[in-house]
């Protein structure tokens, strides 16, 4: 028999530990673009082979959601946890879309990667065969309710536990709305009910509660970049009030600002007015910010509490960016979630009418 010293014991371990956390990913896929490269988030890009094969590796230490793109696609979602996979995917492009988007129709790898996979290709399948417009968008729609529920029943029937059902929970819940959500909900795990993806929709439920309740957005009042104190409800004279909620180290918040700038140049002499609330704790970080991406042409005011911010606090606002958009009368007409809905250019047009 074979004695093992400690140290060699512990370097047996560290080594299966290391291997446990890598994953590989043996991928080929049907371009109709020139691009170069497909993208995993988090991960540096890799070249696709003139065959259009690609290999993707790297650690991932706790499994979870991550996107994988081309150069010029949008992104699609895939469970990335340690293990082996083989993936075809393909650019494809759908009526009324302007862009290229990026789909998986087979995966083989661990199993709760195979079982988003599934569920995201059967919802996906639910808008009709790619290439094809849909005649009758409200018969999608319960098509895609009605594929969801029943999805989500079966899996949850055999298998409650598994951590990738929050995630799948989440993303139907535009689908089949919030009661048919909180019945899913109940029928997880109780380990799973804790997961973050079910904290942001337990918290999308009580925001709703209270703009149902409320309608109007609070007032309150906060420091401008004069440091001086600007209020809410000293604001009048606007048709439309678009409430932004950033801060300076985030990257989603500031690659939305050009999109911003946009529509303050085309409205704000209409009725259009735009105020940022940041939540950067450091004021010469967010004074900055604001100055490079060009953006003091409207509001800015800092609440440097960061997510313990009272606003934050009162709307159950989980992440940012975050968008309320309010009517002349400062009720809140619309909110951006960046999941169940978003504020578009449309939205502020129909407000502000002829």
Same mark, same amino acid.
């Given at each position: 028999?074979?004695?093992?010293?400690?140290?060699?014991?512990?370097?047996?371990?560290?080594?299966?530990?290391?291997?446990?956390?890598?994953?590989?990913?043996?991928?080929?896929?049907?371009?109709?673009?020139?691009?170069?490269?497909?993208?995993?988030?988090?991960?540096?890009?890799?070249?696709?082979?003139?065959? &259009?094969?690609?290999?993707?590796?790297?650690?991932?230490?706790?499994?979870?959601?991550?996107?994988?793109?081309?150069?010029?696609?949008?992104?699609?979602?895939?469970?990335?946890?340690?293990?082996?996979?083989?993936?075809?995917?393909?650019?494809?492009?759908?009526?009324?879309?302007?862009?290229?988007?990026?789909?998986?129709?087979?995966?083989?790898?661990?199993?709760?990667?195979?079982?988003?996979?599934?569920?995201?290709?059967?919802?996906?399948?639910?808008?009709?065969?790619?290439?094809?417009?849909?005649?009758?968008?409200?018969?999608? &729609?319960?098509?895609?309710?009605?594929?969801?529920?029943?999805?989500?029943?079966?899996?949850?029937?055999?298998?409650?536990?598994?951590?990738?059902?929050?995630?799948?929970?989440?993303?139907?819940?535009?689908?089949? &709305?919030?009661?048919?959500?909180?019945?899913?909900?109940?029928?997880?795990?109780?380990?799973?009910?804790?997961?973050?993806?079910?904290?942001?929709?337990?918290?999308?439920?009580?925001?709703?509660?209270?703009?149902?309740?409320?309608?109007?957005?609070?007032?309150?009042?906060?420091?401008?970049?004069?440091?001086?104190?600007?209020?809410?409800?000293?604001?009048?004279?606007?048709?439309?009030?678009?409430?932004?909620?950033?801060?300076?180290?985030?990257?989603?918040?500031?690659?939305?600002?050009?999109?911003?700038?946009?529509?303050?140049?085309?409205?704000?002499?209409?009725?259009?007015?735009?105020?940022?609330?940041?939540?950067?704790?450091?004021?010469?970080?967010?004074?900055?910010?604001?100055?490079?991406?060009?953006?003091?042409?409207?509001?800015?005011?800092?609440?440097?509490?960061?997510?313990?911010?009272?606003?934050?606090?009162?709307?159950?606002?989980?992440?940012?960016?975050?968008?309320?958009?309010?009517?002349?009368?400062?009720?809140?007409?619309?909110?951006?979630?960046?999941?169940?809905?978003?504020?578009?250019?449309?939205?502020?047009?129909?407000?502000?009418?002829?």
């Amino acid at each position: 028999m074979i004695k093992l010293t400690l140290t060699t014991l512990l370097s047996v371990i560290a080594l299966a530990s290391f291997a446990q956390k890598k994953f590989v990913i043996h991928g080929k896929i049907d371009l109709l673009t020139k691009s170069k490269n497909v993208r995993l988030s988090g991960y540096d890009p890799v070249p696709i082979k003139s065959d &259009g094969t690609f290999e993707i590796t790297g650690e991932r230490n706790e499994p979870n959601i991550a996107l994988i793109l081309t150069d010029s696609s949008a992104a699609s979602a895939i469970w990335l946890a340690p293990g082996e996979y083989t993936i075809n995917c393909k650019e494809i492009t759908l009526p009324d879309y302007k862009g290229v988007l990026f789909r998986t129709p087979f995966l083989h790898g661990p199993a709760n990667a195979e079982l988003f996979n599934n569920f995201n290709e059967l919802q996906y399948s639910g808008y009709g065969t790619a290439g094809q417009k849909e005649k009758d968008p409200t018969s999608t &729609g319960a098509r895609i309710k009605e594929r969801a529920i029943k999805y989500m029943d079966s899996v949850l029937k055999v298998n409650n536990s598994s951590p990738v059902l929050p995630n799948m929970i989440r993303s139907v819940q535009p689908f089949i &709305g919030d009661e048919a959500t909180k019945m899913l909900i109940q029928k997880l795990a109780p380990g799973l009910r804790d997961n973050g993806e079910i904290a942001i929709l337990e918290q999308n439920f009580k925001r709703k509660e209270k703009i149902k309740k409320e309608k109007v957005f609070e007032n309150f009042t906060l420091k401008d970049l004069g440091d001086s104190d600007f209020s809410l409800s000293a604001l009048s004279g606007k048709k439309v009030i678009l409430i932004d909620f950033w801060a300076s180290n985030c990257g989603p918040c500031r690659a939305a600002h050009p999109r911003l700038k946009e529509w303050y140049a085309k409205y704000a002499a209409k009725g259009l007015e735009i105020i940022s609330i940041s939540i950067d704790d450091d004021k010469a970080n967010w004074l900055k910010a604001v100055h490079d991406d060009g953006i003091d042409s409207w509001i800015n005011v800092c609440d440097p509490n960061g997510f313990k911010a009272s606003l934050i606090q009162d709307y159950y606002i989980p992440f940012i960016p975050f968008r309320f958009l309010l009517d002349e009368n400062k009720n809140i007409v619309l909110v951006n979630n960046g999941q169940e809905s978003w504020i578009t250019e449309k939205d502020i047009v129909s407000i502000l009418g002829n």
